[in-house]
Each structure stands twice: as C-alpha cells, then as structure tokens.
C-alpha cells in the first residue's frame, strides 16, 4: 500500500473534521490531490486509507484534521450534505466513503476490550490491538437503519422530527436493534413514534447515509387503520396528506410545508407512493 500511495497514480481525498474539500463557485466539484501536493498531505497525515480504485486510479483518504496543509486555495471544506446533490454520482460517492472511513478511525485508536492503543492494518481498514495479550481487530462498522413511508388508502403519514427545517415533514424512521429483523423494525418504530400498527411491510430501496456511519433501508408499509397518537419523545408532529395534497404545485408557497429533499431516500419513497394509482377508499 505505502508503494501504491507513493506512485503517481494515487489520488488522496482529504477530509478536515468530518468535512470533504470541494471547489465552490458555482458547481461544486470534489478535489482529489495528486502528484507532490497529493502526497505532501499524505505524509502529513496520520493515516492513510486505501478506498480502492475507480477506472484503474487508486484512491486514498487521508485526515488532515488539526494539520497545517496548504489547500485554502484549492476550495474549503464543507459538510457533504450540502453539496452533495450537485456533485457527480461518482465523486459524491468517494467522498462519502472516504468520510466515513475517517470518521471511523478517529474513534477506534483504543481497543474497546483492553483500552490499549490500536494500530492501522490491512490498508487503513482494520485497527489491532497493540496489546500483545489481546490482539482484537476492529473493522469498519455500519449501522442499519430502517425508514418508511405509512400509508392508508389515498394518504401517508409524515412527521416532524424536534430538529428539523421550520416546515420539513418526512418519512418515520430508526435504527434496527439487536436480533431485530428489518420488517420487525419498521412496525415497532412506527409504534413508537406515533402508535399506528402496520402490515405489508414491503422493501423498497436502500441509501448508504455515512452521517456518521449508516445506511437506510427503505420500505412501504399500509397503516391498519388511520387513528395515531404522537410519541412526543420521538416526534414534535405528525399529519396524514393526500396525494393530491403532496404534489408539488399543490404546496404552500410560504414554506409552512415541505417535503425532504430530492436526493433523499424519504423522497424517493414518498414520490414513488405518489406515482402509484390510489387503492380503494379505506375508512380508518
């Protein structure tokens, strides 16, 4: 790994607390160092990590948080998710993977058996124990979540999570448990954030979600009836809308209501049940 890194192939994308290094000014565009500054910043990194190669280029992630590294003039770094949606597929993608990886190691350098430091192995992708007694790998860990769009006849069921936009309402979701299977999930979730019971849970689609370290797994499910008290705890709100109510001329104009943003996988399941022919009127 250290001779491929060396090479002047190697690509390094540069992360900074959790923020990737994008040229702004109009469209965004991710920037991979390369040749001497590529390879200036790597060394000044703590650790390189091997993301493997796209079209024959080996790429990197290299963390240069705390580092002085002269990249002011190349762009600055910014949250992914505020860019990401104006960003090639491609390059959205490395820089997710890349931020994640990073985002790992920063808080595995002490083996959560021994306490004693870890070490990096296997390309960056594996940290061991230094501990000679105890020697335990850690590897990259993703947490599944599972998100869903509850629907009844001709409408669905949206929330407001307590953080959210002023006028965001989206999709349930939350995180699968121990021994859980991903239906399980969904229709103890929806239970506990607003007390609707739920059958026909069907898989949709998924989204890695590398916010810290996630991926979401989409699914439909028909609500049994139409009655739902909101779990405060979990939510501020939630409202059932109409198809017609959710399309896009139909929105207020003044922000009071939207729905999340189009590269989203709450989107995508919401438009999905929009494009869908309405089933027959069910009273709840």
């Given at each position: ?12 994308v540069p992360i900074d607390t959790e923020k990737n290094l994008v040229k702004t000014g109009g469209n965004p565009e991710a920037v991979f160092l390369q040749g001497m500054m590529g390879r200036a910043v790597a060394n000044s ?240």
């Amino acid at each position: 790994m250290i001779e491929l890194a060396s090479s002047g192939a190697a690509r390094f994308v540069p992360i900074d607390t959790e923020k990737n290094l994008v040229k702004t000014g109009g469209n965004p565009e991710a920037v991979f160092l390369q040749g001497m500054m590529g390879r200036a910043v790597a060394n000044s990194s703590d650790v390189q990590i091997f993301l493997g190669y796209v079209e024959g280029t080996p790429y990197f992630a290299v963390d240069v948080t705390g580092k002085d590294v002269p990249l002011k003039d190349l762009g600055e770094f910014v949250d992914l998710r505020q860019v990401g949606p104006l960003l090639f597929a491609r390059e959205g993608s490395i820089l997710a993977y890349a931020r994640g990886m990073t985002y790992w190691h920063r808080r595995h350098r002490y083996c959560g058996v021994c306490g004693a430091t870890t070490k990096v192995t296997r390309g960056g992708h594996v940290r061991m124990c230094t501990n000679e007694n105890c020697k335990t790998e850690t590897f990259p860990r993703t947490d599944p979540a599972v998100i869903m769009l509850v629907h009844h006849g001709d409408k669905c069921l949206l929330g407001r999570g307590k953080h959210f936009p002023r006028g965001m309402h989206s999709t349930l979701a939350g995180f699968v448990e121990p021994g859980e299977s991903f239906e399980d999930a969904v229709a103890r979730e929806v239970y506990e954030e607003v007390k609707v019971r739920v059958k026909d849970v069907v898989y949709r689609s998924s989204q890695p979600w590398p916010f810290p370290a996630s991926v979401m797994i989409g699914f439909h499910a028909e609500a049994e009836s139409m009655d739902f008290s909101v779990n405060e705890s979990e939510l501020e709100s939630a409202r059932w809308m109409s198809r017609e109510e959710l399309r896009t001329e139909n929105l207020p104009k003044d922000g009071s209501f939207f729905m999340p943003r189009r590269d989203s996988i709450a989107r995508r399941l919401i438009e999905e049940w929009l494009g869908h022919e309405a089933g027959p009127s069910v009273n709840g």
